[in-house]
């Protein structure tokens, strides 16, 4: 506990919010959805602000909570051990909310500007779960330096793409996974961008 506190309060959070929501059995809600979830469309209205950090706790449900649980807990522990709590919580937070501002500024306002019905889609489309955290601690470990790092940093950058050109090749609905495969992409950047700063000079207790 006294090593791990961050990866235990943010597990123990997406624990109790998977129990009020049931969700750890079944999928989440689309009332919920639409009451917790964060969609670009809420940008511009500072009052829709506190769903940065709603989303980040609440999943589709099931096997996705999971999944979603089992992930934080790996790479997010393993970021902990090697970063420190305050960092690994910084770079969660951090990029959780750096990514949502760049898939608006980079990806869906251009494309609304030149009329691209994707952008459209993605403008509305509400997300949840807090995997762009720790996908921003996965870049944060895998550009630290160490063995492999670019072929591994390779593979995920070509796993998040394929990822991305499938929802956009076979999905029947863009807005179900082209979201989360596009924040994915960017919080992973980031992390790897930032990882250089919170890895400086750090010594683990």
Request: aromatic residues 12%; hydrophobic residues 50%.
């Amino acid at each position: 506990m006294r090593r791990y506190p961050f990866t235990l309060v943010t597990a123990v959070a997406l624990l109790t919010v998977a129990w009020y929501s049931n969700t750890h059995r079944l999928a989440l809600s689309d009332d919920l959805l639409h009451r917790f979830g964060y969609a670009p469309r809420h940008l511009p209205d500072f009052f829709q602000w506190p769903r940065f950090l709603t989303s980040i706790f609440f999943t589709k449900g099931a096997s996705a909570f999971w999944a979603s649980l089992l992930m934080l807990t790996a790479i997010v522990g393993t970021t902990e051990r090697y970063i420190g709590s305050l960092r690994t919580a910084a770079v969660f937070f951090g990029v959780h909310v750096a990514t949502l501002f760049s898939e608006y500024l980079l990806v869906i306002a251009p494309l609304r500007s030149i009329g691209h019905p994707i952008g459209d889609s993605l403008h509305a489309a509400h997300d949840i779960g807090p995997s762009a955290g720790y996908y921003g601690c996965l870049g944060v470990l895998l550009a630290r330096p160490m063995r492999y790092r670019t072929l591994a940093i390779s593979i995920v950058l070509l796993v998040t793409a394929l990822r991305i050109a499938w929802s956009l090749h076979s999905s029947s609905d863009l807005a179900e996974s082209l979201p989360a495969d596009l924040a994915h992409l960017i919080a992973f950047m980031l992390g790897a961008i930032v990882s250089a700063f919170v890895d400086k000079n750090y010594r683990p207790h």
